[in-house]
């Protein structure tokens, strides 16, 4: 599913910011986590900001992931997570989610000092991927409510997709 849509981050002055151009979908999760847990761990202060002033659509997998980071900033005690001057269509899908009392949405502009990689979309079928969606989902599932409801079959569904997986790759494993 390759459109027009782009995943940037840069360095700011008090930390990292993710523009979100188009379409944040799960394409682009696993290298986001994989870029963004190693930026973390390399400083022992920062914010992370989601610019979502360009962005058309959030699937549940980013969201997902937005949220994994928002409590992981929050339990390491690093930094905050913003939500930056989010569109209304962006808005729309977040207040569905009630997480408009969960993340903190604001509109203030932040001062970009460099540009330090773009995104890549891929996705692949393994079980880093669908660990990785477990994660995100049960975050989900962790601010309550409805979310609760919407996405606790999913992770069921991928919670037995990991387990198949993992007999796979066990049965191969037995066979070599």
């Known amino acids: 599913m390759m459109s027009t849509s782009n995943i940037l981050i840069y ?16 394409e682009y999760c696993r290298d986001l986590k994989e870029e963004l847990e190693k930026l973390i761990s390399e400083y022992t202060k920062l914010n992370l900001y989601f610019d ?12 997902g992931l937005i949220v994994m980071f928002d409590k992981k900033l929050s339990k ?8 930056l001057n989010p569109s209304t269509k962006v808005l729309e899908i977040l207040s569905s989610m009630d997480l408009t009392d969960v993340l903190k949405i604001t509109n203030i502009d932040v001062h970009i000092i460099g540009k330090y990689k773009d995104v890549q ?5 393994d079980i880093v991927e669908l660990k990785l969606l477990i994660e995100a989902h049960s975050s989900l599932i962790q ?21 198949k997986y993992e007999s796979q790759q066990g049965n191969e494993g037995e066979k070599s």
């Open 11 to 26: 360095f700011v002055s008090d930390g990292i910011l993710v523009k979100v151009v188009g379409k944040g979908v799960v």
């Open 52 to 63: 979502l002033s360009e962005a058309v659509h959030l699937d549940s997998s980013f969201i």
């Open 76 to 83: 390491s005690g690093k930094g905050e997570l913003y939500i």
């Open 121 to 125: 979309a891929n996705i692949q079928k």
């Open 143 to 163: 601010t309550g409510g409805r979310n609760k409801e919407l996405f606790a079959s999913l992770e069921r569904t991928l919670r037995e997709e990991l387990k």
